[in-house]
């Protein structure tokens, strides 16, 4: 006999995003539950989210991106944590696959879900950017680290981590602007974390890092391939590598510095 079909909760964290939120929970009306955890917002996010679900919540004391998922899960209920941000969509191939999933699931499973982003124009295939991370995992297993920037899923040791095909649609920047305002955030975050540590940094390691990071995504990720979206994209990245390193070098040597 096959075990009872598991029900699903997707997590949701918002700041500000009216524009893409209708498109990402249209994309996961077929869930069990939607939880949104807003950090308030201005425009009409949390008014949007209201009209797709009853589980919105407010947290304005700004934890990270870690704790905020924590947060987000910590109001869920299903068996099954699906995290998406609110510029993602599911794909119908992965749609599908999760609910099959879900008819009999594995046990101490975790999955990991491609995520395909479009940036300036197209879809990129390489630069590093067309790949996979965990994002369907059970909510009484795990969940997401206390990482303020680039959180990720906790896999507990001997747990399984499997794959389902299909995407994870990712419309992450509307322009240049947009790219830089969150690559800035970024790099604060991550700044913010370094400092806290103790650590240093120099303006040495800065262009090193950047430079390193344009090879890897335009050569060794094949980044060409992408067009000059790709190259683009490549020394956005390289800038941003940067920032985040002259960010911390500059709290350094800045005895005016406050946070």
């Known amino acids: 006999m096959s075990a009872r079909q598991a029900s699903i909760s997707a997590i949701i964290i918002t700041k500000n995003e009216q524009d893409s939120l209708k498109d990402c929970l249209e994309s996961l009306t077929w869930v069990d ?4 955890v807003d950090s308030g917002s201005t425009d009409g996010t949390v008014e949007l989210a209201k009209q797709y679900t009853q589980d919105v919540y407010s947290n304005l004391d700004w934890p990270g991106f870690g704790k905020q998922k924590q947060l987000a899960q910590s109001y869920a209920s299903g068996d099954w944590i699906l995290a998406v941000d609110a510029d993602e969509r599911i794909d ?60 990720s899923v906790t896999v507990p040791d001997g747990c399984q981590v499997a794959e389902l095909d299909g995407d994870i649609l990712h419309y992450s920047y509307k322009n240049i602007e947009h790219y ?9 975050a991550w700044a913010d974390q370094r400092e806290a540590k103790g650590k240093r940094a120099s303006l040495g390691q ?33 800038h941003s590598t940067f920032v985040k390193y002259a960010d911390l070098w500059a709290r350094e040597n800045d005895s005016h510095y406050k946070k």
């Open 180 to 188: 830089l305002v969150k690559s800035a955030g970024y790099a604060k």
């Open 206 to 238: 800065g262009i090193v890092h950047a430079i390193g990071c344009f090879a890897k995504m335009y050569l060794l990720k094949r980044g060409f391939l992408d067009g000059k979206a790709g190259f683009l994209i490549a020394l956005l990245s390289a």
């Open 33 to 36: 539950q939607i939880v949104v």
């Open 92 to 151: 119908e191939t992965l749609r599908n696959n999760i609910q099959t999933m879900l008819e009999n699931p594995p046990s101490n499973t975790v999955f990991n879900l491609n995520e395909l982003t479009w940036v300036f124009g197209r879809f990129l295939k390489h630069s590093g950017w067309y790949y996979r991370h965990i994002r369907l995992y059970p909510r009484e297993l795990t969940g997401y680290n206390d990482n303020l920037v680039h959180e």
